[in-house]
T-cell receptor, first 115, second 115 residues
């Protein structure tokens, strides 16, 4: 079946602009995660959604970052007033259930470049 | 703060040789994941280790988990060029109510297998 999809695959923006990144999880997966991968910081957790529960936002680096998940499916990560240090690959993952031990399946990522 | 340390971070080996990648983590967890990442690609799930003493094998790769030592290993047998990639271990965090939160990743081991 279809895996996790993300769009756009690449995004180049100017410093100070807002960007929106989209994630379509695997159908039926109840948990959705956002991570980012950069050379300096490795893979970092950003935010996690589980069903209708309030998201775990503990990994968001600043209040410029926000995310929402509509209808328990598609998620959008928004970065306001982008900075050069936001340049990274943003990865979305989903898992079938939230119970401990279910593997997370990753999408292809969105490469964000802030000029 | 949970830390996940992999070593080595870079590994150059010849085809046909054996080697082991180590993953140490700093907190109690019995959920350990191994992922593979090819250049410019996303993360591919390799193994999910769910209990102390768990051992899983797929082709030339074998992963094990010792929760008492907080150590997982990824053993490569008779390496071939196709195994060249970056390998990440990740520890799963258990949230309240038994749900699974985010993964904490090691920095990755970049493996290069030369003929």
């Amino acid at each position: 079946g279809a895996g996790v999809s993300q769009s756009p695959s690449n995004k180049v923006t100017e410093k100070g602009k807002d960007v929106e990144l989209r994630c379509d999880p695997i159908s039926g997966h109840t948990a959705l995660y956002w991570y980012r991968q950069s050379l300096g910081q490795g893979l970092e957790f950003l935010i996690y959604f589980q069903g209708n529960s309030a998201p775990d936002k503990s990994g968001l680096p600043s209040d410029r970052f926000s995310a929402e998940r509509t209808g328990g499916s598609v998620s959008t990560l928004t970065i306001q007033r982008t900075q050069q240090e936001d340049s990274a690959v943003y990865l979305c993952a989903s898992s079938l259930r939230s119970e401990f031990g279910y593997e997370q399946f990753f999408g292809p990522g969105t490469r964000l470049t802030v000029l | 703060e949970l830390k996940v340390e992999q070593n080595p971070l870079f590994l150059s080996m010849q085809e046909g040789k054996n080697y082991t990648i180590y993953c140490n983590y700093s907190t109690t967890s019995d959920r350990l994941y191994w992922y593979r990442q090819d250049p410019g690609k996303s993360l591919e799930s390799l193994f999910v280790l769910l209990s102390n003493g768990a051992v899983k094998q797929e082709g030339r790769l074998m992963a094990s988990l010792d929760t008492k030592a907080r150590l997982s290993t990824l053993h490569i047998t008779a390496a071939v060029h196709d195994l060249s990639a970056t390998y990440f271990c990740a520890v799963g965090l258990q949230h309240y109510g038994g749900s699974q939160g985010n993964l904490i990743f090691g920095k990755g081991t970049k493996l290069s297998v030369k003929p």
